[in-house]
């Protein structure tokens, strides 16, 4: 018989004997591969995830007049989508009118891409305060207050609102009241070109909000590229969601990686406290083993093997069950699945190898300091 198949029939032959402890200790590795494979399946796709759900923030970028200017040629929104056909953005004029003899802040807009990339967005079009989407209340012509405009001037959907700018009056009817969270509570709504008729803006815009799709450094070096191709005006990211998709992948990150260790460290010293028995019921064995010619190394190789054949037993059972736990917490966190990744399989089954191995340092040691004539006396 080989030394490789007499080595197998002895570790199945320890696994046997005590199936409980074994059964303990592949429990244990199970437990840190499940946790590896789920955090780390969950890690290479949170990116893409957060990215995914800060998209419902809106905008991350804002074109602006440079300097002290105002306002800033409405060719430079031709240019954006010369250079990003497919990049998303609302272009903004703003202008400062009254009604009923109190300031009013005006903007125009339009209305497609405002409510494609503000999903979160909500229009009251009755009275009722019924919700429906812009695109289905507004036609051709619309006209929407923020909800707290609509608070200060006492102003219900349907009713005919009038505006002034300067010399001129006109009359709308309120298509909605906009509520937003955002400062465009505090605006009225109105189309472009209909604002840009009325300030005698023709061409002209206040700002372009941008939404660059990809992680914060993908947004940043857009913005770097676009500021190199385009001038005229000023380009600079929205902070606080650009910012804070960042903060918030690195502490989620951070978190991860924090728990990972932590509950790894308690599965380590679960398997090393298993070993460690096995060791102290089975040292009149090991004794016997010594005492019969078998070298330290021979004995320590058995225990060693052991370790790692659970190790790998482990690692399949905890690759599975831990991408199959990844994929329920993005269903219920992101409302998406993940995609299958083969390259956590490696990772995994190396922490686990490491944590077995690791487990079984402190009892090896203790197998080489065991003396054989001390031990079959019975000491």
């Given amino acids: 018989m080989s030394r490789r198949s007499m080595l197998l029939r002895i570790i199945i032959r320890n696994i046997l004997i005590q199936p409980w402890r074994s059964a303990a200790a592949l429990a244990a590795l199970t437990v840190g591969a499940i946790l590896a494979s789920s955090f780390l399946s969950l890690y290479f796709d949170l990116p893409r995830k957060m990215t995914a759900e800060f998209k419902s923030l809106g905008p991350n970028l804002v074109v602006s007049p440079p300097g002290e ?6 060719d430079i929104s031709n240019r954006l989508n010369e250079l990003h056909p497919d990049l998303a953005q609302i ?12 300031s009013l802040v005006i903007a125009g807009t339009h209305i497609e891409p405002l409510l494609a990339l503000n999903p979160s967005w909500r229009i009251d079009a009755n009275s009722d305060g019924e919700s429906a989407g812009l695109s289905q209340k507004a036609g051709s012509v619309w006209f929407l207050a923020g909800e707290k405009v609509a608070q200060r001037f006492g102003w219900k959907p349907g009713q005919t609102v009038a505006v002034n700018y300067g010399d001129k009056q006109l009359s709308f009817p309120l298509t909605g009241i906009l509520s937003t969270g955002e400062s465009a509570d505090s605006q009225v709504l109105l189309p472009l070109n209909l604002l840009q008729d ?19 450094q993908e947004v940043e070096q857009t913005r770097q590229l676009l500021a190199k191709s385009i001038s005229g005006a000023e380009i600079r990211p929205i902070r606080e969601i650009v910012e804070s998709e960042g903060r918030v992948v690195m502490k989620v990150k951070g978190l991860m990686f924090g728990l990972t260790a932590i509950v790894l460290g308690i599965v380590v010293l679960s398997v090393m406290t298993t070993i460690s028995r096995t060791v102290f019921e089975r040292r009149h064995d090991i004794g016997v083993m010594k005492a019969i010619g078998g070298s330290d190394a021979a004995v320590s190789r058995i225990f060693i093997a052991q370790s790692t054949l659970l ?17 329920w917490a993005a269903l219920r966190i992101f409302q998406s699945t993940l995609m299958w ?9 190396a922490i686990t190898l490491v944590m077995s191995l690791a487990a079984t340092a402190l009892p090896v040691h203790r197998i080489r300091m065991l003396s054989p004539a001390v031990v079959l006396k019975g000491d």
């Fill in 341 to 349: 990744r083969w390259d956590v399989f490696p990772v995994v089954l």
């Fill in 69 to 74: 200017a105002q306002t800033m040629d409405q």
């Fill in 198 to 216: 009325m300030a005698q803006q023709q061409n002209r815009m206040s700002l372009i909000q941008l939404a660059i799709p990809g992680s914060s």
């Fill in 91 to 102: 272009p903004w004029l703003y202008a400062v009118g009254s009604s009923n003899h109190e």
């Fill in 311 to 327: 190790g790998v037993m482990a690692s399949i059972l905890g690759y599975l069950a831990g991408f199959g736990l990844a994929q």
